[in-house]
């Protein structure tokens, strides 16, 4: 089983710089006019999930609850930190998250549609 994440957004561009250029993912797909709808799929080569986002003429209406979250664990703590380092780098806005757990293992941002992000450290 694969696993596509999609989202409606009102600047695709800022996305595609958020979680490609920023957060390291790749495009692994993109799309114009297909029904009024133009998008571009991002995740790592050979993994089965990806992030889809989208834009239209329709205006999407967000509401992101603080516990809505997209988890990325990166392998070390090297990479981790690079990661971080980059985000804080960016201006990206960093957020208390609701949950403690999340601020012990990891650290939130949000991304340019106000959803939040956890970096964590993948533990063996």
């Known amino acids: 089983m694969k696993l596509r994440v999609a989202r409606h957004t009102k600047d695709l561009n800022r996305m595609i710089d958020f979680y490609g250029r920023i957060l390291g ?3 692994i797909d993109q799309f114009k006019d297909h029904d009024n709808y133009d998008g571009i799929l991002l995740g790592m080569p050979g993994f089965d999930w990806h992030l889809e986002f989208t834009v239209s003429d329709a205006v999407p209406v967000h509401s992101p609850d603080d516990d809505d979250l997209l988890v ?6 090297l990479e981790f930190q690079a ?4 985000f804080i780098a960016n201006h990206v806005k960093h957020v208390e998250p609701i949950n403690p757990y999340w601020a012990k293992h990891g650290i939130t941002f949000e991304d340019p549609d106000g959803f939040r992000i956890v970096l ?3 533990i063996h």
Do not use: C, G, R
């Not at 990325?72 to 703590?77: D, E, G, I």
């Not at 990661?83 to 980059?86: A, F, S, V």
């Open 25 to 27: 993912l790749k495009v």
């Open 72 to 77: 990325f664990y990166a392998p070390s703590l």
């Open 83 to 86: 990661i971080k380092e980059k």
């Open 120 to 122: 964590s450290i993948i």
